[in-house]
């Protein structure tokens, strides 16, 4: 991921040196269960633990560099530099182990890291967003399909939407935590030909992972298409929320608008402009989320036991993917807690139009009076589509034609052009904050 769209605690996670340190990790566990079942000898631990104390990571990382250059074969150069650093105790780390044993449940430790931080990150924009929805609860503003005005509906009931979206994928996201629970020790065709299964165990328990049920040479990629098909959709969630606010923000709407800093430009040429770039920037960023879950998805399809073919692709898709999705949730986070809303201009907008989308409540008063819902529904479509044409209340039409004035009294008029539709605001939150309550914090 390039710098600019990475933050301290992900790059912490996927830099060379943490990766390299992990492989350590896992080699360490690996030495300690086979030294306990009397594969190696039992003073390798110690010797292994005692070198692993005593690396200069960065000094490391640049002898493993320098030697793959040479047998231009990574996990081979990383054994290497670490039985110089062991002497001859050295010959008996990564007994009975191929590369991916090492790499795959290596990329375990650092995805369920890189997880753990993208949905702290997500239960935080959640109690924002619902801190926000609770805020303008009664706020009424216009419910739009197609871009076209629909019925009021209330802002606080728009943003409980994507809270709802949210809870959804922080689920998911416990869903992906577990998927990625998994290690694999099991040798050069996942058959244990010189391991054991009790090696994997005790070696994955030290490490806090699963042992894969089935493994090949690798934990297979299907594992990983889950995980990020689930980090695309939680990206979708944050385009949404940015399409929203874009879609809000245009100069003739102007409801709603991300955050701009007072010294912040617009544009280079004109001073006027306040573009939702923060908005613009998370849309183009769910893209590349949705196009690395293709990839990872290409990744399943490898010859037999295992190729290598994915493994260029892992390098970055796993790191990069990671990293965006986080970013996009802090800038979400960022976006939420300096919202502005302009309420006169919700209030101006509902009214600046005219009335003409209270039909349904006159259509329904209509089909209770023992009009058929065909007829009915043609009578209110007339009198909408004179108020807007001929720019006058929809209640003047309404109280002016024929056929309806046949079947409706003034006050059943005003009854229906007074519905109240936010009535139900409560019961929708209270429902919502029961399913919430137990994961928010979690």
Not at 14 to 25: H, V
Not at 136 to 165: N, V
Not at 232 to 250: M, N, S, W
Request: charged letters at 30%.
């Amino acid at each position: 991921m390039i710098e600019r769209y990475l933050l301290p605690q992900m790059k912490e996670i996927w830099n060379e040196t943490n990766r390299f340190r992990k492989w350590l990790d896992v080699e360490l566990a690996v030495a300690e269960a086979e030294a306990e079942l009397g594969l190696i000898p039992s003073q390798t631990p110690k010797t292994l633990r005692e070198a692993i104390q005593q690396i200069d990571l960065q000094e490391f990382v640049a002898e493993i560099k320098e030697i793959e250059r040479e047998v231009a074969h990574e996990t081979i150069a990383f054994l290497m530099a670490l039985e110089r650093r062991m002497g001859e105790p050295g010959r008996f780390v990564h007994f009975g182990l191929t590369s991916s044993d090492v790499i795959d449940t290596a990329n375990a430790l650092m995805l369920r890291d890189a997880l753990k931080l993208i949905r702290s990150k997500l239960a935080d924009v959640l109690e924002i967003l619902w801190d926000k929805a609770v805020e303008y609860k009664k706020q009424p503003i216009m419910g739009r399909t197609h871009g076209m005005f629909a019925e009021p509906t209330s802002l606080g009931l728009k943003l409980l939407g994507f809270c709802s979206e949210a809870l959804r994928n922080l689920k998911r996201l416990d869903s992906a935590l577990e998927e990625a629970a998994y290690g694999k020790i099991s040798g050069a065709v996942g058959n244990y030909s010189f391991i054991s299964p009790d090696v994997e165990r005790i070696a994955l328990q030290k490490l806090g992972l699963k042992p894969e049920p089935v493994s090949t040479q690798i934990i297979p990629r299907d594992r990983y298409a889950y995980i990020l098909s689930v980090l695309a959709t939680v990206g979708d969630f944050a385009a949404r929320f940015a399409l929203e606010i874009r879609l809000l923000q245009r100069t003739e709407v102007g409801e709603m608008f991300e955050p701009f800093g007072r010294r912040q430009r617009g544009s280079s040429a004109m001073p006027h402009k306040r573009n939702p770039i923060k908005c613009e920037r998370l849309m183009g960023m769910a893209r590349l989320l949705r196009g690395y879950a293709v990839t990872a998805h290409q990744n399943t399809e490898l010859w037999h036991e295992r190729d290598i073919s994915h493994s260029s692709a892992e390098r970055v898709i796993l790191p990069d993917a990671t990293s965006a999705l986080f970013f996009m949730l802090n800038e979400v986070e960022r976006i939420v807690r300096g919202l502005e809303v302009d309420v006169e201009r919700i209030e101006s907008n509902m009214r600046r139009f005219g009335d003409f989308y209270l039909s349904e409540s006159v259509l329904l008063a209509l089909v209770k009076k023992n009009v058929s819902r065909t007829e009915a529904y043609g009578w209110v479509k007339e009198c909408a589509f004179e108020a807007i044409s001929k720019a006058i209340s929809f209640s003047e039409a309404v109280r002016s034609h024929p056929k309806i004035r046949n079947y409706l009294s003034d006050s059943e008029i005003n009854d229906a052009l007074n519905h109240d539709y936010l009535k139900w605001v409560d019961k929708i939150f209270e429902r919502f904050e029961a399913e919430m309550e137990g994961l928010k914090g979690d």
